[in-house]
């Protein structure tokens, strides 16, 4: 008896922790290794970054044109929320620069088509979260600012009134609960369907193990993204032609922390 439940235990399978656990030194070397790619690959990445600021400009300045400022804010709020299937390409290009491949826009920009089906189903879920965000903030904006300003000034006049208070706090707690579970599903996803060629599924459940298994160092690189982002904002929209790479090629060091490799 003694003999078959030895035989048994060695032959089952011995089950590998997917994730690691990781340090609050090693977050903060995430950054640093995101500058030296950066840094690395200035010419693409800062073009990369320069792309999505303009698109920015332009949906901002149509916003303010057309009379919905109370807009924008929602639409910075929701960047953050589809901001890591945008950063794709930075995650493939330090990919490329860990195995010292050439730097070339062509596969750099198609780097989803080996895994099309799964980056088109995470491209749905990610446009999910902005229309959901959209259209909360949306309800909250007509709920808590019934006189609805209608440009910058008015918006700022009544901020500090009851209603605009009501309109902050009820964004806050709303847009924190649907960015914390973005978050929490998104922390290692795209560069692991990126590497593993994996679905979105089976990356947002690494995702979920690693922030479940580093609550402390997860919560430090939540506020780092936001400070980096936050950083950009505040230098005007041209502070995020920096900033996003930086933080798009973080997030892919990021990824191989917290990510056992698979056995080759």
């Given at each position: 008896?003694?003999?078959?439940?030895?035989?048994?235990?060695?032959?089952?399978?011995?089950?590998?922790?997917?994730?690691?656990?990781?340090?609050?030194?090693?977050?903060?070397?995430?950054?640093?290794a995101?500058?030296?790619?950066?840094?690395?690959?200035?010419?693409l990445?800062?073009?990369?970054?320069?792309?999505?600021?303009?698109?920015?400009?332009?949906?901002?300045?149509g916003?303010?044109?057309?009379?919905m400022?109370?807009l924008?804010t929602?639409l910075?709020?929701?960047?953050?929320?589809?901001?890591?299937?945008?950063?794709?390409?930075?995650?493939e290009?330090?990919?490329?620069?860990?195995?010292?491949?050439?730097?070339?826009?062509?596969?750099?920009?198609?780097?989803?088509?080996?895994?099309?089906?799964?980056?088109?189903?995470?491209?749905?879920?990610?446009?999910?979260?902005?229309?959901?965000?959209?259209?909360?903030?949306?309800?909250?904006?007509?709920?808590?600012?019934?006189?609805?300003?209608?440009?910058?000034?008015?918006?700022?006049?009544?901020?500090?009134?009851?209603?605009?208070?009501?309109?902050?706090?009820?964004?806050?707690?709303?847009?924190?609960a649907?960015?914390?579970?973005?978050?929490?599903?998104?922390?290692?996803?795209?560069?692991?369907?990126?590497?593993?060629?994996?679905?979105?599924?089976?990356?947002?459940?690494?995702?979920?193990?690693?922030?479940?298994?580093?609550?402390?160092?997860?919560?430090?690189?939540?506020?780092?993204?936001?400070?980096?982002?936050?950083?950009?904002?505040?230098?005007?929209?041209?502070?995020?032609?920096?900033?996003?790479?930086?933080?798009?090629?973080?997030?892919?060091?990021?990824?191989?922390?917290?990510?056992?490799?698979?056995?080759?």
């Amino acid at each position: 008896m003694a003999v078959t439940d030895t035989a048994s235990s060695q032959a089952a399978p011995v089950r590998q922790e997917k994730v690691r656990a990781v340090t609050m030194a090693q977050v903060l070397g995430w950054v640093a290794a995101g500058w030296r790619d950066m840094r690395a690959a200035a010419r693409l990445s800062l073009l990369y970054g320069a792309t999505f600021v303009a698109a920015g400009l332009l949906l901002t300045g149509g916003l303010a044109l057309a009379g919905m400022e109370y807009l924008i804010t929602p639409l910075v709020e929701g960047f953050m929320l589809v901001a890591p299937l945008l950063a794709l390409g930075l995650y493939e290009i330090s990919r490329r620069l860990e195995r010292g491949e050439p730097l070339e826009w062509r596969p750099i920009l198609l780097c989803w088509r080996p895994n099309r089906f799964h980056m088109m189903t995470a491209g749905l879920i990610y446009m999910l979260y902005l229309m959901i965000w959209a259209r909360l903030a949306v309800i909250i904006f007509a709920v808590c600012l019934p006189n609805q300003p209608t440009d910058w000034r008015s918006l700022l006049d009544v901020l500090p009134t009851l209603d605009g208070i009501a309109f902050i706090v009820t964004s806050t707690i709303f847009g924190g609960a649907l960015a914390t579970l973005a978050f929490a599903t998104n922390v290692v996803t795209l560069p692991a369907m990126l590497d593993r060629r994996t679905d979105f599924f089976a990356g947002a459940a690494l995702s979920v193990m690693a922030v479940a298994r580093n609550p402390g160092p997860m919560l430090l690189w939540a506020a780092l993204l936001a400070g980096i982002t936050g950083l950009g904002l505040a230098l005007g929209l041209v502070g995020l032609v920096i900033a996003l790479p930086v933080a798009g090629h973080a997030s892919w060091h990021a990824y191989r922390d917290l990510v056992v490799p698979e056995l080759s």
